[in-house]
């Protein structure tokens, strides 16, 4: 079994910042490219940013500039930092990776979301 956990959302006001991590654990054998999406009340998931395992990254254009996507494959982690928040970047934010487990099983593996709240 392999699981996508991930943290540090919360409230921050607008032009604040914050640092989400996603950690993967289980019979993990390898973790190719990774992903954060974000899905905000009534609107669809979107992709906001993605890291292959050789550390090239792509951002959807609104956070270019803004975010940064990073990853520490020794210890199966992503992050995102994310400077300078609008109101409009809130949302719960998912991180997704393929994941090949020590078996030989792909599984396509989600987080659980962790909420980022921009408000005065």
């Known amino acids: 079994q392999v699981q996508l956990v991930e943290s540090g959302g919360g409230l921050v006001q607008p032009g604040g910042s914050l640092r989400l991590s996603c950690r993967a654990s289980g019979n993990i054998w390898k973790i190719d490219a990774m992903s954060w999406y974000r899905q905000a009340p009534g609107k669809e998931r979107e992709l906001v940013a993605l890291i292959t395992s050789a550390g090239t990254t792509n951002y959807t254009d609104s956070v270019k500039g803004r975010f940064t996507v990073s990853r520490d494959n020794a210890k199966n982690t992503m992050y995102l930092q994310m400077y300078n928040l609008e109101p409009e970047d809130s949302a719960v934010y998912y991180c997704?990776?393929?994941?090949?487990?020590?078996?030989?099983?792909?599984?396509?593996?989600w987080g659980q979301g962790t909420q980022v709240t921009v408000s005065s």
């Open positions: 997704n990776a393929p994941i090949l487990d020590k078996r030989g099983w792909m599984y396509n593996t």
